[in-house]
Protein backbone atom coordinates (compact mmCIF):
# COMPACT_ATOMS: atom_id res chain seq x y z
CA UNK A 1 0.00 0.00 0.00
CA UNK A 2 1.20 3.52 -0.84
CA UNK A 3 2.38 5.80 2.09
CA UNK A 4 2.84 9.55 2.07
CA UNK A 5 4.84 11.12 4.60
CA UNK A 6 5.04 15.20 4.77
CA UNK A 7 8.20 16.98 5.64
CA UNK A 8 9.04 20.97 5.60
CA UNK A 9 6.63 22.76 7.48
CA UNK A 10 7.39 24.71 10.30
CA UNK A 11 7.35 28.94 11.42
CA UNK A 12 8.37 31.57 8.61
CA UNK A 13 7.97 35.15 8.44
CA UNK A 14 5.86 36.68 6.47
CA UNK A 15 7.31 37.05 2.95
CA UNK A 16 9.94 34.20 3.78
CA UNK A 17 9.95 30.52 1.93
CA UNK A 18 9.28 26.50 2.51
CA UNK A 19 9.59 23.44 0.89
CA UNK A 20 7.63 20.69 2.00
CA UNK A 21 7.99 17.52 0.97
CA UNK A 22 5.99 14.48 -0.11
CA UNK A 23 7.84 11.29 0.18
CA UNK A 24 6.30 7.95 -1.08
CA UNK A 25 6.64 4.19 -0.04
CA UNK A 26 5.01 1.22 -0.62
CA UNK A 27 4.84 1.56 -5.19
CA UNK A 28 6.77 3.66 -7.07
CA UNK A 29 5.32 7.36 -7.31
CA UNK A 30 4.87 7.50 -10.83
CA UNK A 31 1.93 5.51 -10.90
CA UNK A 32 0.22 8.31 -9.27
CA UNK A 33 -1.69 11.85 -9.50
CA UNK A 34 -0.11 13.83 -6.59
CA UNK A 35 -2.26 16.63 -4.56
CA UNK A 36 -1.26 19.32 -2.54
CA UNK A 37 -3.70 20.11 0.45
CA UNK A 38 -4.36 22.63 3.49
CA UNK A 39 -6.75 23.16 6.03
CA UNK A 40 -6.62 26.09 8.22
CA UNK A 41 -8.21 25.84 11.91
CA UNK A 42 -12.16 26.43 11.95
CA UNK A 43 -11.57 26.68 8.22
CA UNK A 44 -12.66 24.02 5.05
CA UNK A 45 -9.90 22.02 3.39
CA UNK A 46 -8.28 23.79 0.36
CA UNK A 47 -6.85 22.84 -2.85
CA UNK A 48 -3.74 23.87 -3.66
CA UNK A 49 -2.20 22.60 -6.10
CA UNK A 50 -1.90 18.95 -8.08
CA UNK A 51 0.30 17.69 -10.55
CA UNK A 52 0.59 14.53 -13.36
CA UNK A 53 2.40 11.46 -13.28
CA UNK A 54 5.06 12.67 -15.45
CA UNK A 55 5.07 16.08 -14.04
CA UNK A 56 4.00 18.21 -17.34
CA UNK A 57 0.70 19.13 -16.14
CA UNK A 58 -0.06 21.08 -12.88
CA UNK A 59 -2.82 23.09 -11.27
CA UNK A 60 -2.98 25.82 -8.92
CA UNK A 61 -5.53 27.59 -6.69
CA UNK A 62 -5.79 31.59 -7.36
CA UNK A 63 -4.87 32.26 -4.21
CA UNK A 64 -1.62 30.47 -4.39
CA UNK A 65 -0.83 31.09 -7.93
CA UNK A 66 2.52 32.97 -9.10
CA UNK A 67 3.88 31.94 -5.62
CA UNK A 68 3.82 28.21 -4.91
CA UNK A 69 5.25 25.57 -7.37
CA UNK A 70 4.44 22.08 -7.60
CA UNK A 71 6.75 19.50 -8.25
CA UNK A 72 8.27 15.76 -8.26
CA UNK A 73 11.32 13.62 -8.22
CA UNK A 74 10.01 10.56 -9.36
CA UNK A 75 13.09 9.10 -9.14
CA UNK A 76 13.27 10.17 -5.81
CA UNK A 77 9.82 8.78 -4.94
CA UNK A 78 9.30 12.82 -4.09
CA UNK A 79 7.17 15.76 -4.52
CA UNK A 80 7.80 19.27 -3.27
CA UNK A 81 5.61 22.50 -2.90
CA UNK A 82 7.94 25.34 -2.87
CA UNK A 83 6.31 28.19 -1.48
CA UNK A 84 7.65 31.64 -1.59
CA UNK A 85 6.31 35.08 -0.48
CA UNK A 86 4.06 33.73 2.05
CA UNK A 87 1.39 35.38 3.79
CA UNK A 88 -0.08 34.67 7.33
CA UNK A 89 -2.91 33.72 5.53
CA UNK A 90 -1.13 30.29 4.38
CA UNK A 91 -0.81 28.92 7.84
CA UNK A 92 -2.45 25.47 7.62
CA UNK A 93 -1.48 21.96 7.85
CA UNK A 94 -0.66 20.81 4.77
CA UNK A 95 -1.07 17.50 3.33
CA UNK A 96 -0.07 15.55 0.25
CA UNK A 97 -2.56 13.18 -1.44
CA UNK A 98 -2.06 10.84 -4.09
CA UNK A 99 -4.53 8.80 -6.61
CA UNK A 100 -4.12 6.08 -9.83
CA UNK A 101 -6.69 7.27 -11.32
CA UNK A 102 -7.67 11.20 -10.86
CA UNK A 103 -6.51 13.39 -14.01
CA UNK A 104 -4.84 16.69 -12.15
CA UNK A 105 -7.14 19.79 -13.13
CA UNK A 106 -8.68 22.37 -11.39
CA UNK A 107 -11.65 19.91 -10.19
CA UNK A 108 -9.91 17.15 -9.19
CA UNK A 109 -7.41 19.75 -7.34
CA UNK A 110 -10.23 21.27 -5.20
CA UNK A 111 -12.27 17.92 -4.40
CA UNK A 112 -10.24 16.45 -1.77
CA UNK A 113 -12.70 13.57 -1.27
CA UNK A 114 -11.49 11.96 -4.56
CA UNK A 115 -7.90 11.54 -3.81
CA UNK A 116 -7.48 7.91 -2.42
CA UNK A 117 -4.04 8.11 -0.42
CA UNK A 118 -3.45 10.63 2.24
CA UNK A 119 -0.23 11.68 4.86
CA UNK A 120 -0.29 12.75 8.08
CA UNK A 121 0.22 16.48 7.69
CA UNK A 122 3.15 19.27 8.28
CA UNK A 123 2.08 22.35 10.12
CA UNK A 124 3.02 25.56 8.42
CA UNK A 125 2.90 28.67 10.30
CA UNK A 126 3.79 32.10 9.06
CA UNK A 127 3.47 34.93 11.37
CA UNK A 128 5.87 37.40 12.58
Do not use: H
Not at 22 to 30: N, T, V
Not at 100 to 125: K, P
Amino acid sequence: QLQLVESGGGLVQPGGSLRLSCAASGFPLDYYEIGWFRQAPGKEREGVSCISRSGSNTNYADSVKGRFTISRDNAKNTVYLQMNSLKPEDTAVYYCAADLQLVCDSGARRLGELWQYWGQGTQVTVSS
